[in-house]
C-alpha cells in the first residue's frame, strides 16, 4: 500500500489530520520532525541553532529517503520539505502527496502565540509568514497529487483525504 503524505504551509493541520487518518485508517503516523529529533537526539530548534538550516535540509533529505522505504504509512511533513525537490522526488516512488490547504488569515490566527517554529521567532511574524506562504504554497501545489481544504475540522479534512487517495 503506498504512503500517504501530508504537505501544507506550518498551521495547516499536519499533525492533527495525520492524527485522525491515523485513527481512521489504522495506518502508522510518522512526523518527520519527531523522526529527525528522536534520530538526531536534539530538538529541530536546536539544530538550527547549532548547525543552521542547510544541516537541518540535509538531515530531513535523508529523513524523507528512510521514510518513504516504508509502506503503508502517513508521513506528516515539515513546513519546508516538500519545498524541494530532491524531497518530492523520493517520496513520491511510493507515496501519494496530499497538500491540506488552508488561507494565510487562519494560518496567522492559528499560528500568533507559537514560539516553537523557529523561522517564526522574528519580531515581523506575519511578514515572514505572508513571505514564507507566498514562496511555498506554488512549490507544494505542484508537488501534491491531491489538494485538500484544510479549513474544516481535522476529522473532515481526514475523512476528505481518505477519500481522496482510495
Request: hydrophobic share 35%.
Amino acid at each position: 500500500m503506498k504512503n500517504i503524505i501530508l504537505c501544507g504551509f506550518m498551521g495547516c493541520g499536519k499533525t492533527t489530520v495525520g492524527e485522525n487518518l491515523k485513527k481512521k485508517s489504522g495506518m502508522n503516523l510518522i512526523d518527520t520532525d519527531a523522526y529527525i529529533e528522536e534520530t538526531e537526539g536534539i530538538t529541530i530548534s536546536k539544530i538550527f541553532e547549532k548547525y543552521g538550516e542547510s544541516y537541518f535540509r540535509d538531515l530531513e533529505y535523508k529523513a524523507c529517503k528512510e521514510l518513504s522505504k516504508k509502506s503503508g504509512i502517513i508521513i506528516s511533513t515539515g513546513g519546508g520539505a516538500l519545498t524541494f525537490q530532491r524531497n518530492v522526488d523520493v517520496l513520491k516512488e511510493n507515496g501519494t502527496i496530499v497538500l491540506i490547504d488552508v488561507p494565510l488569515e487562519v494560518l496567522k490566527e492559528r499560528l500568533k502565540n507559537d514560539t516553537t517554529r523557529p523561522l517564526l521567532q522574528r519580531p515581523d511574524k506575519d511578514e515572514a509568514m505572508k513571505e514564507l506562504y507566498e514562496k511555498r504554497m506554488p512549490l507544494y501545489k505542484s508537488a501534491s497529487d491531491v489538494v485538500i481544504n484544510g479549513d474544516n475540522s481535522p476529522l473532515k479534512v481526514a475523512s476528505d483525504i481518505l477519500n481522496a487517495v482510495k
